[in-house]
């Protein structure tokens, strides 16, 4: 990531789309304040341009946290809570992601559907059941599948895109082989950016 703000200069591209923001044409005169605007405007451009070299495997969390499919839905549990995190990928034995598990897999264990309000919510907590809701004891029985990934060489704007496009917060990164080697997540993209 250090090296990708060392190559943060602003090109005459980003001039002239900074010039094209204020919306000028040809020759302008230009005050000092114009010209900060400009060069706010031009280094804003360039940021832009920076974050579309941005790599997965510059931003990842390399240490992932994994479940087995034939684990103890407990012990998930207790390891999303230990460890502050909100989604856990789920592999097999040859450590290749065959689901995720998630903050709203587990609320749908005790029947919160994507969706229900926060009435629904209250009137759960007040005894009244919800619907649909999915049973058992395995993380096999929550996990949503097949899981999303990408790789440690892809673009962490096109990352952003399925984020965004699936409505998702994370995806397992995986080497040549399909193995887990690290997470990406939104948070990871936004303290990316905001380093910048």
């Given at each position: 990531?250090?090296?990708?703000?060392?190559?943060?200069e602003i090109s005459d591209d980003?001039l002239?789309?900074?010039?094209s923001d204020i919306?000028?044409?040809g020759?302008?005169?230009?005050?000092?304040?114009?010209?900060?605007?400009?060069?706010?405007?031009a280094l804003?451009?360039a940021k832009?341009r920076l974050?579309f070299?941005?790599?997965?495997?510059?931003?990842?969390t390399?240490d992932?946290?994994?479940?087995?499919?034939?684990?103890?839905?407990?012990?998930?549990l207790r390891?999303?809570?230990?460890?502050?995190?909100s989604?856990?990928?789920?592999?097999?034995?040859?450590?290749r992601?065959?689901?995720?598990?998630?903050?709203?897999?587990?609320l749908s264990r005790?029947?919160?559907?994507?969706?229900?309000t926060f009435k629904?919510?209250?009137?759960?907590?007040?005894?009244?059941?919800?619907p649909?809701r999915?049973?058992?004891?395995?993380?096999?029985?929550i996990m949503?599948?097949p899981?999303?990934?990408t790789?440690?060489?892809?673009?962490v704007?096109?990352?952003?895109?399925?984020?965004?496009?699936?409505?998702?917060?994370?995806?397992?990164v995986?080497?040549?082989?399909?193995?887990?080697?690290g997470i990406?997540?939104?948070?990871?993209?936004v303290?990316a950016?905001?380093?910048?």
């Amino acid at each position: 990531m250090d090296d990708l703000l060392k190559d943060l200069e602003i090109s005459d591209d980003d001039l002239r789309a900074a010039l094209s923001d204020i919306n000028k044409k040809g020759y302008i005169d230009i005050t000092e304040e114009d010209l900060k605007h400009v060069y706010l405007l031009a280094l804003q451009h360039a940021k832009a341009r920076l974050v579309f070299r941005i790599l997965v495997k510059d931003i990842m969390t390399k240490d992932v946290i994994t479940v087995h499919a034939y684990d103890d839905l407990e012990d998930v549990l207790r390891l999303l809570a230990d460890n502050r995190i909100s989604g856990i990928p789920v592999i097999d034995d040859e450590n290749r992601p065959v689901g995720l598990i998630s903050e709203s897999d587990i609320l749908s264990r005790i029947g919160m559907r994507k969706g229900h309000t926060f009435k629904d919510v209250m009137r759960h907590i007040l005894g009244e059941p919800l619907p649909g809701r999915r049973g058992g004891n395995r993380p096999e029985d929550i996990m949503s599948s097949p899981v999303i990934t990408t790789g440690p060489d892809e673009n962490v704007s096109e990352v952003a895109k399925i984020l965004d496009e699936r409505k998702i917060k994370r995806l397992p990164v995986v080497d040549g082989e399909g193995k887990v080697i690290g997470i990406v997540s939104r948070g990871d993209i936004v303290r990316a950016i905001g380093k910048k």
